[in-house]
């Protein structure tokens, strides 16, 4: 669809007789119809094809003036539509830029939670580890009973 709309252009452009100052409008209409995607702005690119048609039929008729004045609202139709691609392919941007902030922001607070959960383990296990070391300490610290010589019965 793109071909057929820089080859429309083009065809507009090479079938018409204008001034310099209408080449110009024509050509930047052209390079703007060309850079822009009918499916981002499909009105401003039918409103510029709309003028160029208007333009070339003008001057076909002989007035070259109107033609030239069409020529450039074709111009300002495609740069309106060269624009308005611009625009929409920025927002597209954007919205991926916030979505890949929200899946980092949303990254970052599941690494956190598992940060402060291993913490938190780390910090059990310290303190299952010096309660072991208190008690092998006092276990070791304590007397050990002495054993009572059995009683022998007499002996005959």
């Known amino acids: 669809m793109r071909q057929a709309v820089v080859g429309w252009v083009v065809a507009a452009a090479l079938g018409a007789t204008a001034s310099a100052r209408a080449e110009t409008a024509r050509e930047a209409a052209e390079a703007a119809l060309a850079a822009s995607s009918e499916a981002q702005a499909p009105r401003e690119i039918a409103e510029a094809r709309r ?3 208007r333009a070339r039929g003008a001057r076909e008729a002989g007035d070259a003036k109107a033609g030239e004045r069409l020529e450039a609202v074709a111009r300002m139709w495609a740069l309106t539509a060269r624009d308005v691609a611009e625009a929409k392919r920025a927002e597209d941007a954007l919205t991926e830029a916030q979505q890949k902030t929200a899946e980092a922001r949303d990254k970052a607070a599941r690494e956190r939670a598992l940060l402060e959960e291993r913490v938190a383990e780390r910090a059990r296990a310290k303190l299952d580890l010096e309660r072991a070391e208190a008690e ?4 070791k610290a304590a007397p050990k ?3 009572k010589p059995k009683k022998r019965g007499k002996r005959p």
Request: hydrophobic letters at 70%.
């Open 51 to 53: 003028a160029l048609l």
């Open 136 to 139: 092998a300490k006092a276990q």
């Open 145 to 147: 009973p002495v054993a």
